[in-house]
């Protein structure tokens, strides 16, 4: 009997470790998707200085076909000279995050995106794969500590 006592405390023990990350991966997401949608407001305001707080001191944007971007400073003098340009213009995005990982005080996440703009009084549909790697802060807030994305083009 003390046996069978021991294996199901040992169970009920490992389970509670399982549904306690369980929560904390969710939690985690939850409050990093929030993170990625004030990113899409922020880019949709040409708001560089919002922009650039979401990412990390020692972040690293690589966009597509286009070199890497090196650290804070530099991915804002990124999104200022972005915003500037007159063929960027609002979106609307609709991402689905379909993997997500946590490890630690760093989250992994995979997203496939589509969305749409008017440009030129042309409307464009787009869509995509973006690959974000979080870091979290010493405050416990989540910055983007790794961004890369590409838009796939459309079938023809």
């Not at 004030?38 to 305001?45: G, L, T």
């Not at 003098?77 to 990982?101: G, I």
């Not at 409307?123 to 979290?136: N, R």
Request: aromatic share 10%.
């Amino acid at each position: 009997m003390h046996k069978v006592i021991i294996s199901l405390t040992t169970m009920f023990i490992l389970c509670a470790a399982v549904l306690a990350q369980d929560s904390e991966e969710a939690r985690v997401k939850a409050a990093v998707e929030h993170r990625y949608r004030e990113s899409i407001a922020a880019a949709n305001k040409k708001d560089t200085a919002a922009m650039t707080n979401l990412y990390d001191d020692n972040a690293v944007l690589m966009p597509q076909s286009e070199e890497a971007v090196m650290g804070k400073a530099a991915i804002g003098e990124y999104y200022k000279k972005l915003f500037a340009n007159p063929d960027f213009v609002p979106f609307t995005l609709k991402s689905d995050w379909n993997s997500f990982q946590l490890a630690g005080d760093i989250a992994i996440a995979a997203s496939v995106f589509e969305g749409d703009a008017t440009r030129k009084e042309k409307q464009i549909h787009f869509h995509g794969k973006d690959l974000l790697v979080w870091k979290k802060q010493s405050d416990g807030s989540w910055r983007i500590f790794r961004n890369m994305y590409d838009e796939i083009p459309a079938k023809k």
